[in-house]
Each structure stands twice: as C-alpha cells, then as structure tokens.
C-alpha cells in the first residue's frame, strides 16, 4: 500500500491498512472474510470520509467486467467495479442507453449510486433510479440478490456501502437515442425570475453554471434532441467550445455546438479519454425541493461575495422525484446546487457552514459524498425513511463490519 492512499482530490487520507484488490468473488469473499472492517473505496470521487476505514480497503476495479444484456433488452447484469464509461461504450455498440448520465464517466457505477449521484433533467432521476436488481455480499460471505419485488430495494440502492459490498447491479436500460449540446452565455437575473421552470425545462438535460460573480448565468448547457437557432431567453449562444471553469482546456468536454452525437458523448459534460486532474478542487451539492429552486437560488445569491471568493464554479441542476429511501430527492422533484470549490479546506468551510445555514429553511438535503457539516440530527429529521434505513444496516451487517466512524456518527 502506498505511504499516502487518497481519495480522488486528496483531501482526505485513508486510515486503511491496506488496499485490496480482489480479481474474483472468491478472493473478495475471502478479502471480506479476513478483516474485522472493512469499507469498499469505488474511483475515490467522494470528498469527505464516507470511504475511510481504519481496516481493510478494497477496490473492485480488477473483477472482470460483467456486461450480461437481458434477453428482452430492457434491463443489463453489471459487476460492482464497473465504470459508467466503461458500460456506456459496451451499451451503444449493442443499440442501448442508460436514462441518464453524471457529468464525469470516469466515476464508478455502484459508487455512484449508492451515494445518489445523479445527471440532471426535471424528468430524469438520479442514477440510482435505474437499479432495478443488488447483489450484496455480506460479512458471512453470502450473497443476497434483490430485486423490485423485495421492499429491501429501495433502501439498500442508496446504501452507503453501509449494508456489504455490491458485487453486481442490475440495471434499466432504454433504446439508444441521440442529443445535441448547446452552450448559451450570459443569462439575465430577470430571465431567471420570469422563466426558470421553462429554462430548466428546455432540454433533456440543462446545467446552469455561475461563479456568483453577478446575478446573471454564466453559461448555459442545453442537452436536446431538437435543433436551436438564436437566443435562449436573452442568453447568446457561444462563438466555440466552452468549459464550465472558464480558462480551462475545453478540449476536455463533451462536443457542443449542436452537432447531433449518441446519448454517451453528450449527457456528461467531460469525454471519458479526458483523464481528469485530482487535487485541484473540492466539492459541495445540496437538493432542495424544485418548487423552492427562486428561493435557493435568492439564498446564495444573499452569501455571493463570500461563495465567490473560494468558488470556481456553480452548477444548477434538476432531478426527478423517487422512492429510494436515502436518496436526495426522496419523495420530491428537486434542484440541486452544485460548488466546485478552491482547494483549500480551512477557506471552504466556513462558508459551506454559512451556505446550510440559509439552505436549511428550504429543506437542504447535502450529496452525501460531498463536502458538508450538517448535524447527524438533521439529516436524520431530513429522511422519512432514515430509521428504516438505520434498522436495514443492522439486519445486513449486524457484525458491523461495513461500518466506519463516519457511518457510526449517523446511524450508530
């Protein structure tokens, strides 16, 4: 194991002994089986120490990659190393889709949903609405399988890592279809007031990115199968490629301009042979209730000269309802408030504090493997289904052995 083993920014150093990579179910059963604790660490994009462990940490990423197409081609069996890119490829060579995609790749699809990361689009849930089937292994080294008919789904997609180790995912797939992407610049506040719910419904996919530099929109991603001529409710469309972070190399990105492309190099903003950089950013998200998106946005608009200071980048994002217990937009279309922060933690925090002070009142959910401070208490109270998931977690792992200090603090 190396001196140092960090997550993917490197602000957080793991406390593990070892590094673990199994390259069979046996060897990861047997992984599982020599350790009193263990976390399972999928491609380290997470910012805080949801992923840490004082014993064993271990990587699926050299199981053999499992791509098993149901025969009715509405579902495919994938292993729990698997990376979104990886699959996405595999998918379209066979005429398939997922519903929805994260802005980078290159992140681990049961990483990805058991912490509820998501794409955007008013219509479009989180990845993890996808999850139609979980294989679990547990600390006895049996296998449970669940699947829609079991009550249990809908707490154990979201599960932390807290309930085994997800060793395969099931998931819904659609025909493959394409979009073309549209980058707009400089969307007015009055635009923002008198149309959000139609700006944020124009495409499949839409991102606003602001650096809270001014009341306006920076830019605009628009992701939409129909074509676009003009302005979009004042904002110009850009003269070439942009990136989110203005001054970094769009080659980096996903094509815009308009130009029609399959569902895989559109949906995320980043191209999966782009090697994204650690150590440069941290990250904070919180979801609030869609029909609050006017009165978050006026939330952090009231805190701009103290976000912008220690922000590169704001993304506003939609999200569709769902009934997965732990997931952030549980029971409630949703907007969520992405920062990309500088690297600096003693500069970022305070200011992450004061953001879910003013979020709080309008129902602030965090991203759970996100940069975030909110009180155990309040996340507790922010869950309908949290008991349930808190009992869930004791039947699956009585022994405790998926349990870390930081899953402790919030369902000990």
């Known amino acids: 194991m190396p001196k140092r083993l960090t997550n993917w920014a490197g602000n957080i150093g793991f406390g593990a002994r070892r590094l673990v990579r199994p390259r069979s179910l046996d ?40 791509v098993e197409i149901a025969a009715d081609r509405a579902t495919v069996r994938v292993d729990g190393g698997i990376r979104y890119g990886e699959l996405a490829a595999r998918l379209a060579a066979e005429g398939l889709a997922l519903h929805n995609m994260a802005s980078l790749p290159h992140i681990s699809v049961a ?88 700006i944020l419904s124009a495409g499949y996919s839409v991102s606003l990115f602001t650096r809270w530099s001014s009341a ?10 129909e074509p676009m001529t003009g302005d979009f409710f004042g904002a110009r469309p850009a003269d070439g490629p942009r990136h989110p972070v203005p001054g970094m190399p769009t080659v980096n990105c996903t094509e815009q301009g308009g130009t029609p ?19 440069e950013e941290l990250q904070s ?11 978050a946005l006026g939330a952090v608009s009231g805190l701009r000269e103290r976000v912008a200071t220690v922000l590169q980048v704001c993304e506003v994002r939609t999200i569709a309802a769902d009934d997965l217990w732990l997931s952030p937009h549980h029971e409630r279309d949703s907007l969520a408030l992405h920062f990309t922060w500088i690297a600096d933690t003693e500069a970022v925090l305070p200011v992450v504090a004061d953001l879910e002070k003013a979020l709080a009142p309008l129902g602030a959910r965090p991203h759970w493997g996100k940069v975030f401070t909110t ?26 052995t998926f349990r870390n200090p930081w899953i402790d603090a919030l369902f000990g």
Do not use: C
């Open 27 to 66: 060897e990861l059963r047997a992984a599982v089986a020599g350790t009193s604790r263990v976390r399972v660490l999928g491609s380290g994009h997470s910012f805080n120490r949801l992923a840490d462990t004082d014993g064993d940490l271990i990587s699926l990423a050299d199981l053999p990659r499992t």
């Open 111 to 198: 990483g990805a949903v058991a912490t509820g990361t998501h794409g955007s689009g008013v219509r479009n849930g989180n990845l993890a609405t996808a999850v139609s089937g979980l294989e679990i292994l547990r600390s006895d080294g049996s296998v449970t399988t669940l699947d829609r008919s079991d009550p249990d789904l809908a707490g154990a997609v979201v599960g932390l890592g807290a309930l085994g180790v997800v060793t395969a995912l099931t998931l819904d797939v659609v025909p493959a279809f394409e979009l073309r992407q549209y980058v707009y610049e400089d969307l007015p506040e009055a635009a923002l007031h008198e149309h959000l719910d139609e």
């Open 216 to 225: 306006d929109i920076d830019q605009v991603w628009l992701k939409r199968a």
């Open 261 to 279: 492309g399959p569902w895989h190099a559109r949906l995320p903003h980043f191209r999966m042979e782009f090697t994204p950089s650690s150590g």
């Open 285 to 295: 998200e919180w979801h609030l209730p869609r029909s609050a998106a006017l009165s």
């Open 375 to 400: 009180a155990p208490s309040e996340l507790r109270a922010a869950y309908p289904r949290f008991d349930d998931f808190t009992d869930l977690v004791s039947r699956f792992d009585p022994r405790g």
